[in-house]
Every structure is written in structure tokens, then in C-alpha cells.
């Protein structure tokens, strides 16, 4: 511990860098390199989702306390994405704020990590934790559930935490139904599994998309990028998201990523 200490008081970071990452075996934050994100602007069919995410964003970053939050749903829909893409935009105004990847496993860390990031006052830090959930309840989910909830309430001022997860409740149905059909007292025991994510002030939910809001999509990475498509391209995007079973953001991107490379066009963001 003590050795911990002494690196950061004889190596404090200047966070002269926009992102960080948490490096657990070396217990020191590394500077993302390239860190590229697409504008927010092309992520469609979630524009209450946006809303939210950037007045709580705002808030934090002119100095006021904030909720931590918690954006669920299926996979591929832009989660982290909207994490990343509205923090780089309000970042531009507000060198001070900073952003923070951690991996799940890290948060055994996160009492150290508090009083690091306490002492840089003049910096307001984003925690970004990605695909925060569990299968079933081993000891790292009892670990970190008790690591969050003991630490939550000492949060430092100048710390939010945002998490994605597949799970509204981040813990899967599974645990719920076991709890239901085997506990004694199945309303305290399903209590005292989702407790975790009431941790979370704000729950934002991203949910499957429509053929119409896929297809919006589509056409607006068309736009962005240049890319010039018509009734066949439209037909061939659907196809593709037949092809995948599924309707997303990432198979949007991914089909776009096919098209721009049939008509030869290069796309850089």
C-alpha cells in the first residue's frame, strides 16, 4: 500500500490527455491513445437517451454534484458508444473533464482509485465501466457488489460513475428466477440482488430497434461519410441484418463498413 502511495505523490498525472484507462497490475492510470468515437449526431432512434445522458454530462462538468448512471440493453445498440461520443463533445468546452476506463474486475481497486482521483480537484473524472454484469453469483459478483455499495456513499464530488450492461438489473434472469423458486424469503433475497443497480441514480434503457430506425441510420452514416446509396443498397442493408438476426446500431455500421468498400470509398472519422 504504501508503495502505491508513493508512486502517485512522486508521479502525480497532469491528465493533459482526454482519456485514461486503469491499469490493476501496475495500479496507475495510462493515456488512451487515437481515441476516436463518432459524433452523436449519428445515433439514431435514441434521442431521449442522448438527452439524458448530456444534461447530466453538462451539469457535472460546470461543477455540480451528479447522478451515476447506468445505460442497459441489448448489445450493439450504442451503449458505450453514447458514453464516449457525448463526453468527447463536452469534453471540447471543458478541458477539465476527463474520462476513465474501467474493467470490471478494477472496482476491487476503487477505494484506491476514489483517493487518487479526490486529490485532483481541478479535474472532474468520468468512471466508464463497460458490460458491467454477471451470470450468476460467484464471489466476484459478491465482491464488487460489496466493494460499489460500501463505497458508493463516498464517492468523491469530482467522480461519476456511467456503466453499460446487457441487464437492466445487471445480474441475469436467471438469478432472479432461482431466487424465486428456492428462497425462503424471495422478496429480500431478489431485494438484495438488484440492489446493485439502484446504486445507479439514473437508468436509461436502449431497446431493440425498429426497420424504420435502422434503416435512418443507415442512411445517416450514408450521408456523413458521402456515400452515395439508393433502393438496391436499402434492400441489401436489410438483407444484411437478416443475414446477422438482428437490427442494430454496430450491424448498421458494419454494413455501412461493406458498402463504403464495394464503391471504393474510404471513411475516416
Known amino acids: 500500500m504504501f508503495k502505491f502511495f508513493s508512486y502517485f505523490l512522486e508521479n502525480k498525472s497532469n491528465f493533459d490527455d482526454k482519456c485514461y484507462t ?20 449519428l445515433l439514431k432512434g435514441i434521442e431521449n437517451q442522448k438527452d439524458i445522458i448530456k444534461k447530466n454530462t453538462n451539469k457535472f462538468a460546470n461543477g455540480y454534484i451528479s447522478n451515476n448512471a447506468l445505460i442497459w440493453g ?3 445498440n450504442g451503449k458505450s458508444t453514447l458514453i ?16 476513465i476506463e474501467l474493467n470490471k474486475n478494477d472496482l476491487k481497486q476503487i477505494s484506491e482509485i476514489f483517493k487518487i482521483l479526490e486529490n485532483q480537484k481541478k479535474f472532474r473524472f468520468i468512471l ?9 453469483v460467484d464471489v ?5 457488489k460489496s466493494m460499489i455499495e460500501g463505497n458508493i456513499n463516498n464517492q468523491p464530488s469530482n467522480v461519476i460513475i456511467y ?6 438489473h445487471i445480474i441475469s434472469q436467471d438469478m432472479i428466477d432461482n431466487e424465486r423458486s428456492s428462497a425462503i424469503h424471495t422478496n429480500e433475497n431478489i431485494e438484495e440482488k438488484v440492489s446493485l443497480s439502484d446504486r445507479f441514480g439514473i437508468w436509461i434503457g ?46 448498421a455500421w458494419q454494413f455501412i463498413i461493406e458498402l463504403a468498400s464495394n464503391k471504393e470509398i474510404s471513411i475516416n472519422y
Open 22 to 41: 486503469w491499469n490493476s497490475s501496475f495500479s496507475k492510470f495510462e493515456k488512451i491513445a487515437n481515441f476516436k468515437i463518432i459524433p452523436s449526431s
Open 74 to 76: 441489448v448489445r450493439g
Open 84 to 99: 464516449k461520443s457525448i463526453f468527447n463533445e463536452i469534453s471540447e468546452d471543458f478541458i477539465n473533464l476527463k474520462l
Open 128 to 136: 466508464f465501466i463497460d458490460d458491467l454484469s454477471f451470470e450468476k
Open 140 to 144: 466476484d459478483y459478491k465482491n464488487i
Open 163 to 168: 456503466a453499460t450492461s446487457n441487464r437492466r
Open 206 to 251: 436502449i431497446h431493440n430497434l425498429s426497420q424504420e430506425d435502422y434503416l435512418i441510420i443507415v442512411k445517416t452514416y450514408c450521408d456523413y461519410f458521402k456515400i452515395n446509396i439508393d433502393k438496391n443498397d436499402l434492400k441489401e442493408s436489410l438483407e444484411w441484418s437478416i443475414a446477422r438476426g438482428n437490427r442494430t446500431g454496430r450491424t
